[in-house]
Each structure stands twice: as C-alpha cells, then as structure tokens.
C-alpha cells in the first residue's frame, strides 16, 4: 500500500465524450505526476502539478488537462476521447523532502474507450 | 529527451535462479528508480538508487551515474517475482521531474 489512491477502477467511454480521472496523494507530499500506460508499453509522463500549478508536461496535446486542488489531490480531464485514449492511467505522488523525490504511485484507472 | 533502455526484454528462469536486469539512459540523471508491476498494474517500488549499492533482501540494485547505467539484481528466484521490471529516470535529468520509463523487463519465474 502506497498511500495513493485513484478513483473510478474502471472506465467504458465513447469515442468524443470527456472523462475525469481522480488522484490522492499520500500523506505529506505535495507534488502529483500523471501517467499513461498502454498495453505492453511503459508508462509514459503526461505532466506533473506542484503546490496546484503545473510543473512540467510530456509529449500530450492540450485535451488532456488537469487540476491540483489546495489538499494536494489532484483531476486528470481528457477532451474528445479517441480510441488511442484506451489505457491505464496511473498517478504518483512525490514529496520533495530531504532531497528525495521518490515517486509512489496508485492502483491506477482502466479506461476503455469505444 | 532523454531515453532508458532495458535489456533482456523478456527472462524466463526456473524458481531459485539468478538474474541481472540492466537499465541504460541517455544523459546525466540525479535519481533512478526500480518497480515491479504486478498483474493487476499495480507499480511496486522497489529501490530509489541515484548512485552506488542497495540492498533489500533477495533484491539489489546498483547504478553507476557516471557510465549511465543501473543493475538489479534477484537471487533465489520466487515465482511471486514474476512480473514486468521497469527502471525510471528524471525526464529532464532534475530530481523533481516526470519521469521516463524504459520498456521493461518481462520476468517469469516457473516452479
């Protein structure tokens, strides 16, 4: 157990339809990195968000968004789903302390889109 | 940016084998973790290794930041080691980055 929980488990959307993804940090950290792993692949870093600003974005077009809220919690937003879209979609919460920046990640999110 | 390549892809051992997985990046790093994914998807950590040796029961890793590698090392194999082994550095190098995973290492242990 890793303190980071994500919520729903499991997702079914249509191709065009908007989804939200849901992250909780572990206690005491203040940073959330977001993740997307297709099939066979590793994970691949969508952005990162510090003190409820983004800090920091990989290689995802702007339908993919985000939010960090003031408890550190923090939303994943994908506009316009495609079918590409289908993965798991893991977050992991770090906590900048003492020059470690360990990141520790959720159970993640299964969204399948049709 | 920076990229990680892990070798063997794939590692199919017999229970209470060894096994050395390795994780090469790119460019200069100042952190580098192990995981184990289970079946259900779920990222274990296993070390957080910027440089030098760790040791966690059957488990060690090494790195050496300066040749822009890291090892892993599992002793005894267990079937309950079965799984995929990813390696994961800063994706700008920095410590507070996004990271970059390599593609993995695919593990199963038979009995």
């Known amino acids: 157990e890793t303190g980071v929980t994500q919520s729903p488990t499991h997702l079914i959307k249509t191709r065009g339809q908007q989804v939200t993804l849901r992250c909780s940090s572990q206690s005491g950290h203040n940073t959330v990195s977001w993740y997307q792993q297709a099939l066979g692949q590793g994970p691949q870093f969508i952005f990162q968000?510090?003190?409820?600003?983004?800090?920091g974005r990989g290689n995802f077009p702007p339908r993919f968004s985000g939010l960090q809220f003031p408890n550190y919690s923090s939303e994943l937003n994908v506009n316009a789903l495609e079918l590409d879209d289908s993965a798991l979609y893991l977050c992991?919460?770090?906590?900048?302390?003492?020059?470690?920046?360990?990141?520790?990640f959720g159970p993640g999110t299964r969204l399948t889109v049709t | 940016g920076i990229q990680v390549e892990q070798s063997p892809p794939d590692l199919i051992l017999q229970e209470g084998a060894n096994s050395t997985l390795r994780c090469n990046f790119s460019?200069?790093?100042?952190?580098l973790q192990w995981f184990h994914q289970n079946p259900w998807g779920q990222l274990i950590n296993l070390f957080y290794i910027p440089s030098g040796t760790k040791q966690n029961g059957r488990l060690s890793a090494t790195t050496v930041a300066t040749e822009r590698y890291s090892l892993l090392y599992i002793s005894s194999s267990q079937t309950t080691d079965s799984g995929v082994y990813f390696c994961a550095v800063p994706t700008a190098g920095g410590g507070a980055d996004g990271l970059t995973f390599g593609k993995g290492t695919h593990l199963i242990i038979q009995p």
């Open positions: 968000y510090y003190r409820e600003e983004e800090n």
């Open positions: 992991a919460s770090s906590g900048r302390r003492a020059g470690s920046y360990e990141q520790y």
């Open positions: 460019d200069s790093v100042n952190n």
